[in-house]
């Protein structure tokens, strides 16, 4: 029987980077399917008291996120799976700056609509930005970001990993994460980070 697997993704963010990347690894493995949503960082941090740079960073993602809004609107689940590839690459392997161009230039690899990146500039999609943004941060709380996944029903930060793992390794953590989300009393694991993200 498939397992469906929510998950929510701010496209600027690394480390959802490669917990996407990691889920299509279990999806060579196992009986998995990975359904992506948006979730926006930018909504996440409105009202907040944040630092200089960071405030700017959040200013300069909202583009981002209302583009794979708007992708997922005109083309459907795996027109988002696509767009987020193609734009995730461009700005975490590739280091592509998290501009407008970069946007314009994911958007023609897929073949999709040019004019997106001008509505992604607008708060057109604003309103179904933020249910599709709520619908996977409420179950988890304000204190955590992304990305976020969905298994048996219970909502969960993470995993925050790096590098993404291969093959039957990647298989052996969903393992793990999917037994930890079948007892609904579990709430959270933690440790550290020693390491930035490793893209491979």
Request: with cysteine; glycine share 8%.
């Amino acid at each position: 029987m498939t397992t469906t697997v929510d998950f929510w993704f701010d496209p600027s963010c690394p480390f959802a980077w490669m917990t996407s990347r990691w889920m299509l690894e279990v999806e060579k493995v196992r009986d998995v399917t990975t359904v992506f949503h948006v979730m926006s960082l930018s909504v996440l941090n409105e009202g907040r008291d944040l630092p200089d740079g960071y405030r700017k960073a959040m200013d300069e993602a909202w583009v981002g996120a209302r583009a794979s809004l708007a992708v997922e609107q005109r083309y459907g689940s795996d027109g988002l799976r696509e767009f987020y590839t193609a734009l995730g690459t461009r700005y975490h392997p590739n280091d592509e700056p998290k501009t407008h161009e970069t946007i314009g230039k994911a958007l023609a690899d897929c073949g999709f609509d040019a004019d997106i990146l001008d509505v992604a500039q607008t708060d057109q999609f604003d309103d179904d930005l933020r249910r599709s943004h709520h619908e996977g941060m409420d179950p988890v709380g304000d204190e955590v970001g992304t990305p976020v996944i969905r298994i048996n029903g219970m909502s969960l930060f993470g995993p925050v990993i790096s590098p993404a793992p291969k093959g039957e390794e990647a298989g052996d953590l969903f393992d793990g994460v999917a037994k930890v989300t079948a007892y609904p009393g579990f709430f959270e694991l933690k440790r550290s980070r020693t390491v930035g993200p490793i893209f491979d």
